[in-house]
């Protein structure tokens, strides 16, 4: 019997020597995802860690990782068997911040200014319940259906929807949530918030602040190439800079998102490697390199800050919504938007009513049909920041639709010729879960 456990111990021991070995690159990366994701599940989402664990964090070798959280200082703390302590700090209106290496929570000072003031109108313009509506052109039994068919069975681990709310013609028809989910909870849209960061530019050259084909867009690229840049190449993602977007490697998305201090940074000092216009790449520091160039035109820091919500989330009733930023304070735009999926659609709804909110002109109506327009060798899967499918991905649903897409099959889906926008949110994306069977299978029922 002790030698059967002395074995067991030395084969566990190795096991576990393999994998700190085999992963040791990868140390701070995995403890920064860990701690950054427990830290704002936690304080953003109100969840709990054993929920945490169990769904967002349930993949090797992130799994390995002891989470602490401190609620009292509203931070965690995360290692891999003991090794790499990496700390998540939450600051209100900032969401949850990585510390770097010898800094603390004292020099995060900045909070963005919110508009809370309740709206008495019905939903989408209001915070009061939406008027009972019943369209005779809607079959609710195929709706039903289709919702349903987007959600596991009892026991199920496969399709990991966790929302699912179908708006037509202002109206919610369909709102389906999984266990441990309802209409308040705030939930990450990881890349969706890339669409926002678009809005925002749309935002800014409306009001004549910026344009899209200016160029010279930071000092650092003024005596080489990338001078020649445009704002538009950077928003439809054919910039030519070299970025590596791998998620399962040490690469530039994950040094940045889980590293670096000061996000933008990163892609801002890339080489180029390609003529602008010529080669697509898909890139969140391009992206945070938006966000920067956002930055670059307020007086300061705060005033960035307060742009975003002032002039178009909280405008369009978006109050849930928390876009965190970095250590520097910059708006992470590639990847940490929260918000409840009604508030998720409301935006949908900005793009379907093409700019105009309530009747007011929030973008213009050619800055929508610049964001559907395909990006030049996209194959027309992309325009600027949203995804499209102008090429036909989806085969039996409408050319029309765009949409803003996350890790993990988030989206949000805008249909103008079904007047009808579609939010999802789970855990898995193709082919774990088939978008073009859930979405046409929704539409169907709409005569």
């Given at each position: 019997?002790?030698?059967?456990?002395?074995?067991?111990?030395?084969?566990?021991?190795?096991?576990?020597?393999?994998?700190?070995?085999?992963?040791?690159?990868?140390?701070?990366?995995?403890?920064?995802?860990?701690?950054?994701?427990?830290?704002?599940?936690?304080?953003?989402?109100?969840?709990?860690?054993?929920?945490i664990e169990s769904q967002d964090n349930?993949?090797?070798?992130?799994?390995?990782?002891?989470?602490?959280?401190?609620?009292?200082?509203?931070?965690?703390?995360?290692?891999?068997?003991?090794?790499?302590?990496?700390?998540?700090?939450?600051?209100?209106?900032?969401?949850?911040?990585?510390?770097?290496?010898?800094?603390?929570?004292?020099?995060?000072?900045?909070?963005?200014?919110?508009?809370?003031?309740?709206?008495?109108?019905?939903?989408?313009?209001?915070?009061?319940?939406?008027?009972?509506?019943?369209?005779?052109?809607?079959d609710y039994k195929q709706l039903d259906?289709?919702?349903?068919?987007?959600?596991?069975?009892?026991?199920?681990?496969?399709?990991?929807?966790?929302?699912?709310?179908?708006?037509?013609?202002?109206?919610?028809?369909?709102?389906?949530?999984?266990?441990?989910?309802?209409?308040?909870?705030?939930?990450?849209?990881?890349?969706?918030?890339?669409?926002?960061?678009?809005?925002?530019?749309?935002?800014?050259?409306?009001?004549?602040?910026?344009?899209?084909?200016?160029?010279?867009?930071?000092?650092?690229?003024?005596?080489?190439?990338?001078a020649e840049i445009t704002l538009n190449?950077?928003?439809?993602?054919?910039?030519?800079?070299?970025?590596?977007?791998?998620?399962?490697?040490?690469?530039?998305?994950?040094?940045?998102?889980?590293?670096?201090?000061?996000?933008?940074?990163?892609?801002?000092?890339?080489?180029?490697?390609?003529?602008?216009?010529?080669?697509?790449?898909?890139?969140?520091?391009?992206?945070?390199?938006?966000?920067?160039?956002?930055?670059?035109?307020?007086?300061?820091?705060?005033?960035?800050?307060?742009?975003?919500?002032?002039?178009?989330?909280?405008?369009?009733?978006?109050?849930?919504?928390?876009?965190?930023?970095?250590?520097?304070?910059?708006?992470?735009?590639?990847?940490?938007?929260?918000?409840?999926?009604?508030?998720?659609?409301?935006?949908?709804?900005?793009?379907?009513?093409?700019?105009?909110?309530?009747?007011?002109?929030?973008?213009?109506?050619?800055?929508?049909?610049?964001?559907?327009?395909?990006?030049?060798?996209?194959?027309?899967?992309?325009?600027?920041?949203?995804?499209?499918?102008?090429?036909?991905?989806?085969?039996?649903?409408?050319?029309?639709?765009?949409?803003?897409?996350?890790?993990?099959?988030?989206?949000?889906?805008?249909?103008?010729?079904?007047?009808?926008?579609?939010?999802?949110?789970?855990?898995?994306?193709?082919?774990?879960?088939?978008?073009?069977?859930?979405?046409?299978?929704?539409?169907?029922?709409?005569?």
């Amino acid at each position: 019997m002790k030698t059967a456990l002395k074995i067991t111990g030395i084969l566990l021991l190795i096991i576990l020597s393999f994998v700190v070995y085999t992963n040791y690159p990868k140390l701070d990366i995995i403890t920064g995802f860990a701690s950054k994701n427990v830290c704002s599940c936690t304080f953003i989402a109100q969840r709990d860690l054993t929920s945490i664990e169990s769904q967002d964090n349930d993949f090797s070798p992130v799994f390995y990782t002891k989470n602490n959280i401190n609620y009292k200082n509203k931070s965690v703390t995360s290692t891999l068997f003991g090794l790499n302590p990496r700390t998540a700090v939450y600051k209100e209106g900032l969401g949850c911040i990585l510390l770097p290496e010898n800094s603390s929570a004292q020099q995060i000072s900045l909070k963005p200014k919110r508009n809370f003031k309740p709206n008495t109108a019905p939903f989408p313009y209001g915070d009061e319940a939406q008027k009972d509506t019943i369209f005779k052109n809607i079959d609710y039994k195929q709706l039903d259906k289709a919702v349903n068919n987007a959600f596991d069975a009892p026991n199920e681990k496969q399709k990991r929807t966790r929302a699912l709310l179908v708006i037509y013609k202002d109206h919610i028809i369909a709102e389906k949530y999984a266990d441990g989910f309802n209409k308040d909870t705030k939930i990450l849209g990881w890349s969706m918030t890339k669409s926002i960061t678009s809005a925002i530019v749309g935002v800014l050259e409306k009001q004549g602040k910026v344009n899209r084909n200016q160029f010279h867009l930071f000092k650092s690229w003024d005596e080489d190439q990338r001078a020649e840049i445009t704002l538009n190449n950077l928003l439809q993602m054919n910039s030519g800079l070299e970025w590596t977007e791998d998620y399962n490697a040490i690469s530039d998305v994950t040094k940045m998102l889980y590293q670096a201090p000061d996000m933008p940074k990163i892609q801002l000092e890339k080489p180029l490697i390609n003529k602008p216009n010529q080669h697509w790449n898909y890139s969140s520091g391009t992206t945070n390199l938006i966000s920067a160039f956002i930055a670059n035109q307020f007086k300061n820091k705060q005033d960035y800050l307060d742009f975003w919500y002032t002039e178009l989330i909280d405008k369009i009733g978006m109050h849930s919504m928390v876009i965190e930023t970095d250590f520097e304070a910059n708006f992470i735009g590639s990847s940490y938007g929260w918000a409840t999926a009604r508030d998720w659609s409301k935006f949908g709804l900005l793009y379907l009513h093409n700019g105009i909110w309530n009747g007011e002109e929030i973008l213009t109506k050619a800055w929508i049909n610049y964001t559907t327009t395909p990006t030049n060798t996209s194959d027309g899967i992309y325009g600027a920041q949203f995804w499209l499918n102008a090429g036909g991905q989806f085969p039996d649903l409408p050319k029309d639709l765009y949409s803003c897409n996350g890790f993990q099959g988030q989206k949000v889906s805008i249909i103008p010729s079904k007047e009808t926008v579609i939010v999802r949110f789970g855990l898995t994306e193709a082919p774990e879960f088939d978008f073009n069977v859930m979405l046409s299978g929704i539409l169907k029922a709409i005569k």
